[in-house]
C-alpha cells in the first residue's frame, strides 16, 4: 500500500476512471449510483489500483452527462447522497484506494445559483462570475463556435447581453478574471479535501483563462498566473494527485503545469497521442490510420522532455475517447492479444497509467444504429452532417470508430441480463458481446487481460526503474514494433511489442540475450520471432 503522506506518492500509483453512470446501478434505477462502487471495491482492490477517477457526480441537470454542474457541494441524488459519498472515501480509504473528483472548472450549469443570480440583471453581484458582452438578439459578439457546435453565445432578454459558452448553451463559462470566483472555487476544493478526496481532475483547465474578444479559448495569458494561485490556496495544504486536462497542451506548457516544485499541478492529461489518428487539419470524426511512426515518436519525445521536468499522464482509453482496443487493437482475431500489447506498450513507460473501466477486460466498441446513441457531441454532429448532405454510411462509420458513447456503455461485470450492470433497463444499451466479454470470465481465467493488467501494476510498485528510469526509443523507423529502454541505477527495461497482425522478425539485442522475462503475453519472442501483437518486458541489473 502507498504511503500517501508523502508528497509525491503518486509518481507510483495507477488510477482506474470510472464513468458512474455506467459502472454499477444497486437501485434498478438503470443508472450506476455510489453504491455501486463501494460494491466493487474489492474488485478494484484485487487489480492493484490505487486511486479512482469519478466523472462527475455532482448535482447536474446532466445536459452534458454531469459535465454541467448545479451545485459542487451537492451529489447528484442518480448517483445517491453527500453519505454515500463519505462512505465512499472510508471504504476506499480500508482498501488503499484514493477517490479523485472530477472538477469542472471552466463552466458551471446554467442552474446553478450563481448563474440564475447573474442573468436577473447586470447590477446582480452574481453577474460578473460569468463572461457577458453586449451585441443585439440578431448579432452576436462576434462568430466564435462551441466545441459542441453552433454559436458560442447566447442571447439573454433580461438582461440584453449574451453569455459565453465552449460547449453546450446550458454551460455558462465561469469569469475567472472576477477574484471573487476564484474565491468560491479555493473554499469548495478546501471543503472538499475536508471531506478526505485524495485529488482532482481539473475538466478542460486550459480554457479557464479565455479572452472571447480575441478569439482566445485554450493556454490564455494568465492561465499559469490562475493555476499557480489555485494550487498555492488549496491544493499545496495537503498531500493530494492533481490532474489537468488539456487538450492543447505541448511539452513546454506540460512542464508549466506539472512543475516538480508542485507550484501548479501534479501532472498533465494531453491529448497528441490520441489525435494521431485524425486527418491533419480535420477534426476527430475525419478519420485516417493511424501513423505507426509518428506515434512512436510523439511518445518518445513527451518521455524524454518531462524525464526530470514534469510529469505525465499515461492513458489509452477514457470517458471521451472510443475502446482503444478497437481502435488501434484488433477486437476481432487478436482482442486479448492486442488488449494486452497495448498495456504493455503503455504501462512500461513513465508516468501515472489510467485504466478506464472496462479496459482490463478489453471491452470493444459498439455499433449501433444511430438511435441508439445518447451523447450530446455526437448526435450534434450527426444532424449537423445530415444537413451538409454527407451520405448515413460515412456519418456512421466515424460514429462507430470514434462516437464517446463506445466508452459509456455499461460496465460488463457477468453474462446475466445487462451484463450484471443493473435490474432494471440501462440508461444506455450494453454492448452486445457481454455474453463473452465480462468481469466474472476474466477473474476465472489465470490467463485474462484482467490478471495481466494486475501483474503490470504489480511491476510498477515492485520495480522503481518503471516509475523514476530515463527513455531510448530503439527500432524508431520500425513499421510495427514499438521497442525502447528503461534505464535507472544500474537497473533497465527492454519493453517490445509487436502492434500488428502479422509475424515480425526481431533479433533481441546482444546484451538482452540472456535477461529476466517480468511479464509476456505469449511464449516466444526470445527465439527472434515475434508473433502477432505479441509483447514482453525485459529486465536486467548491470554488471
Same mark, same amino acid.
Given at each position: ?12 500509483? *495507477? ?27 474489492? !474488485?478494484?482492490?484485487? $487489480?492493484?489500483?490505487? =486511486?479512482?477517477?469519478?466523472? /462527475? ?5 446532466? =445536459? ?9 457541494? @451537492?451529489?447528484?441524488?442518480? %448517483? ?23 472538477? &469542472? ?23 460578473? !462570475? ?14 466564435? +463556435? ?9 442571447? *439573454?432578454?433580461? =438582461?440584453?447581453? #449574451? ?15 472576477? /477574484? ?33 474578444? +480575441? ?52 501532472? *498533465? ?6 489525435? $494521431? ?95 441508439? !446513441? ?15 448532405? &454527407? ?38 444499451? &450494453? ?7 465480462? @468481469? ?12 495481466? #493488467?494486475?501483474? $503490470? ?9 518503471? *516509475? ?19 534505464? %535507472? ?19 533481441? /539485442? ?9 511479464? @509476456? ?23
Amino acid at each position: 500500500m502507498l504511503d500517501k503522506t508523502k508528497k509525491d506518492w503518486w509518481k507510483s500509483a *495507477v488510477a482506474y476512471q470510472i464513468y458512474p453512470k455506467s459502472f454499477q446501478d444497486t437501485t434498478g434505477s438503470g443508472t450506476g449510483d455510489l453504491q455501486g462502487i463501494i460494491r466493487r471495491l474489492d !474488485y478494484l482492490k484485487t $487489480l492493484g489500483v490505487d =486511486v479512482l477517477w469519478l466523472s /462527475p457526480v455532482f448535482a447536474s441537470p446532466q =445536459v452534458d452527462n454531469g459535465y454541467d454542474i448545479s451545485d459542487y457541494r @451537492a451529489i447528484d441524488p442518480m %448517483f445517491g447522497t453527500l453519505e454515500d459519498m463519505r462512505e465512499l472515501i472510508a471504504e476506499g480509504k480500508k482498501r488503499g484506494i484514493g477517490i479523485m473528483l472530477d472538477l &469542472v472548472l471552466n463552466h458551471s450549469s446554467n442552474q446553478h445559483h450563481w448563474f440564475l443570480e447573474a442573468k436577473k440583471s447586470k447590477d446582480n453581484p452574481y453577474h460578473d !462570475y460569468y463572461v457577458w458582452r453586449d451585441g443585439t438578439p440578431d448579432t452576436p459578439p462576434n462568430d466564435m +463556435k462551441a466545441c459542441f457546435g453552433g454559436s458560442a453565445w447566447e442571447w *439573454v432578454p433580461e =438582461v440584453g447581453q #449574451y453569455y459565453f459558452h465552449q460547449f453546450a448553451p446550458e454551460q455558462p463559462d465561469l469569469n475567472w478574471e472576477n /477574484p471573487a470566483v476564484r474565491r468560491e472555487i479555493y473554499d469548495m476544493i478546501l471543503w472538499w479535501m475536508e471531506q478526505g478526496v485524495e485529488g482532482f481532475r481539473l475538466d478542460v483547465i486550459d480554457q479557464i483563462a479565455k479572452e472571447p474578444d +480575441k478569439g482566445i479559448t485554450g493556454n490564455g495569458p494568465r492561465l499559469h498566473e490562475f493555476l499557480r494561485e489555485l494550487s498555492a490556496n488549496t491544493f499545496q495544504k495537503g498531500c493530494l494527485v492533481t490532474v489537468g486536462e488539456a487538450w492543447g497542451a505541448d511539452t513546454e506548457r506540460a512542464k508549466l503545469y506539472s512543475a516538480p516544485d508542485g507550484s501548479e499541478l501534479s501532472m *498533465v492529461f494531453q491529448f497528441e497521442q490520441m489525435m $494521431l489518428d485524425q486527418q491533419k487539419g480535420k477534426g476527430k470524426w475525419d478519420l485516417a490510420s493511424l501513423p505507426f511512426v509518428e506515434m512512436k515518436k510523439s511518445y518518445a519525445k513527451w518521455q524524454k522532455e518531462l524525464h526530470g521536468a514534469g510529469w505525465n499522464s499515461l492513458f489509452l482509453n477514457n470517458h471521451d475517447l472510443p475502446r482503444i482496443v478497437s481502435r488501434w487493437g484488433d477486437d476481432t482475431g487478436y482482442r486479448e492479444m492486442s488488449a494486452k500489447a497495448l498495456a504493455t506498450m503503455l504501462h512500461g513507460m513513465q508516468g501515472m497509467p489510467y485504466i478506464y473501466q472496462g479496459e482490463e477486460l478489453g471491452m470493444t466498441n459498439v455499433c449501433w444504429p444511430i438511435e441508439k !446513441y445518447r451523447d450530446l457531441e455526437t448526435l450534434n454532429m450527426y444532424h449537423e452532417r445530415k444537413a451538409q448532405g &454527407v451520405p448515413e454510411e460515412e456519418i456512421m462509420r466515424s460514429i462507430h470508430v470514434k462516437g464517446r458513447d463506445n466508452a459509456r456503455t455499461p460496465m460488463q461485470w457477468d453474462d446475466s441480463t445487462h451484463a450484471g450492470f443493473t435490474t432494471g433497463t440501462p440508461w444506455i444499451d &450494453v454492448n452486445e458481446n457481454y455474453h463473452s466479454i465480462h @468481469a466474472k470470465a476474466a477473474l476465472e481465467n489465470p490467463d485474462s487481460v484482467f490478471y495481466y #493488467y494486475q501483474k $503490470l501494476i504489480a511491476l510498477r510498485k515492485q520495480y522503481p526503474v518503471f *516509475v523514476f528510469g530515463d527513455f531510448r526509443l530503439l527500432e524508431e523507423n520500425h513499421p510495427q514494433l514499438f521497442v525502447y529502454e528503461r534505464s %535507472f541505477e544500474g537497473e533497465k527495461l527492454l519493453i517490445v511489442c509487436n502492434m500488428s497482425g502479422q509475424e515480425v522478425s526481431y533479433a533481441l /539485442p546482444q546484451d538482452w540475450q540472456d535477461s529476466e522475462v517480468l511479464i @509476456a503475453n505469449a511464449e516466444g519472442g526470445l527465439n527472434g520471432i515475434f508473433s502477432p501483437w505479441q509483447a514482453m518486458v525485459l529486465h536486467k541489473k548491470n554488471a
